[in-house]
C-alpha cells in the first residue's frame, strides 16, 4: 500500500514506496503507515527504525495533493488514523534514524524533523514550501525546524519557501552525514546497527532525557536526567554491560 516494512534483527526498515509519485502519500500509504508507527512503539523486538524512500529522486514530498481532496473537516484529519499521526509521536522513545535521499519538502521534512537522527545522499533537497501555495507547515515544521537549525535559517525556509541543498543541511546542522546516494542506506545500517547494540533501555532514557529536557529549565532538565539515571542503575543491562567490559566481551542486552 505505498509503504514496505520489514524487521531485520532489531532494525525496522520503513519505506515510502510511490517513487513514480515522488514518494508523497495518498491515503491509503497514510493509514499505512500510521499503523507502521504503532507496530514499532508496541513492538518490543525492534529497538530502533530506519525511515527512507525508494528510488533517489525524493525521500517525501508530503501529502499527494492529487489524489488526496481536502476534506470539509480540519486539515489534521488526513494525517491521523485511530489518534496515530503519521509522523512518529514526540514520545516514542525507540529511535528513528531518517536517511533522507533525494526531496523532502513539506510533510516529508516533517517526517525526517521528527526522527532523531537525520543522514541525506548528496543530491539531497529540504524545504517547508507551504507558504507557495497559500498553507502552513502544519505537523511539526514551524516548532520543529527552528529547533534543528538557528532561527534564523528556519525562518528564511518557512517565510520563503526556498529550499536548502545538503551542503547547507549539512552546515547548519540539519543532518549529521552527507554521502553519495549509493552510500546512504549502509551508512543507515551501520548507526542503525551501533544504536541497536547499546542497552535498549538505556538508549531510550538518553532520548527521553534530551526530548524531554528540552522543554524544561535547564536544571529541572538536569533533575530530570538523575531520576532516568537511578531508574537505570539497578537493571539487568546495567550489571551485565559492566560485567561484559570486565570479561573483555560484548555484552548480551536483553531490555531488561
Known amino acids: 500500500m505505498g509503504v514496505d516494512f520489514n524487521i531485520e534483527g532489531n532494525v525496522a526498515y520503513i519505506t515510502l514506496n510511490r517513487p513514480e509519485a515522488m514518494n508523497s502519500l495518498d491515503p491509503e500509504s497514510t493509514q499505512r503507515l500510521a499503523e507502521i ?10 529497538r530502533v527504525s530506519v525511515l527512507t524512500g525508494a528510488g533517489e529522486k525524493a525521500f517525501c514530498t508530503g501529502t499527494d495533493m492529487k489524489k488526496t481532496p481536502v ?20 514520545k516514542m522513545w525507540k529511535p528513528i534514524i531518517a536517511c533522507v535521499n533525494g526531496f523532502a519538502v513539506g510533510g516529508g521534512l516533517e517526517m525526517a524533523l521528527a526522527c532523531d537522527l537525520m543522514i541525506c545522499s548528496s543530491n539531497a533537497k529540504f524545504g517547508l514550501t507551504e ?20 532561527r534564523a535559517v ?38 542503525a546497527e551501533k544504536i541497536a547494540g547499546n542497552a535498549p533501555l538505556s538508549v531510550m532514557a538518553a532520548k ?33 554491560g559492566f560485567q561484559a567490559f570486565a570479561e573483555k566481551r560484548a555484552p548480551q542486552y536483553r531490555g531488561k
Open 37 to 46: 508507527w504503532a507496530e514499532v512503539r508496541n513492538n518490543p523486538q525492534i
Open 71 to 90: 476534506p470539509d473537516e480540519c486539515m489534521a484529519a488526513l494525517y491521523y488514523k485511530e489518534g496515530q499521526p503519521i509522523v512518529p509521536h514526540m
Open 131 to 150: 507558504t507557495k501555495v497559500a498553507s502552513l507547515a502544519g505537523l511539526n515544521g514551524t516548532q520543529c525546524l527552528p529547533r534543528a537549525v538557528p
Open 154 to 191: 528556519a525562518m528564511k525556509m518557512l517565510l520563503t519557501g526556498e529550499m536548502i541543498d545538503a551542503r547547507e543541511a549539512l552546515r547548519v546542522g540539519l543532518v549529521s552525514d552527507v554521502v553519495e546516494p549509493d552510500q546512504l542506506m549502509a551508512l543507515a545500517k551501520k548507526y
Open 208 to 240: 527521553q532525557a534530551v526530548v524531554t529536557g528540552m522543554d524544561m529549565p535547564l536544571q529541572h532538565a538536569i533533575d530530570f536526567s538523575y531520576l532516568l539515571w537511578g531508574a537505570l542503575r539497578d537493571t539487568e543491562d546495567r550489571k551485565e
